[in-house]
Nanobody, 116 residues
Framework: QVQLVESGGGLVQPGGSLRLSCAASGIIFRVYRMAWYRQAPGKQRELVAT???????NYADSVKGRFTISRDNAKNTVYLQMNSLKPEDTAVYYCNAVILGRDNYWGQGTQVTVSS
């Protein structure tokens, strides 16, 4: 059974930082492209960052320079370090594991709220 379990969300003030974690089980983690998506109220889910099995990363323009995605294949975990948070970063953040054309798994999401 495949599970992606996110953690690390919460309430933070503007300018603050959070680190999200996503622990995977039931998959051969190292071969999957991992990604973080987010969905704000009333908006469509959007891609935030991706990291390939080889470690190449890509970011949405809105988070470049502020967010960093990383992975630890020994721990089957992907991270999203979020710095300089803004109110517009408020959303539910979802972990995603993909092998293109074959597998596509999602976590249950973790809420991030940026507010003073």
């Amino acid at each position: 059974q495949v599970q992606l379990v996110e953690s690390g969300g919460g309430l933070v003030q503007p300018g603050g930082s959070l680190r999200l974690s996503c622990a995977a089980s039931g998959i051969i983690f190292r071969v999957y492209r991992m990604a973080w998506y987010r969905q704000a109220p009333g908006k469509q889910r959007e891609l935030v960052a991706t990291i390939t099995s080889g470690g190449s990363t890509n970011y949405a323009d809105s988070v470049k320079g502020r967010f960093t995605i990383s992975r630890d294949n020994a721990k089957n975990t992907v991270y999203l370090q979020m710095n300089s948070l803004k109110p517009e970063d408020t959303a539910v953040y979802y972990c995603n594991a993909v092998i293109l054309g074959r597998d596509n798994y999602w976590g249950q999401g973790t809420q991030v709220t940026v507010s003073s």
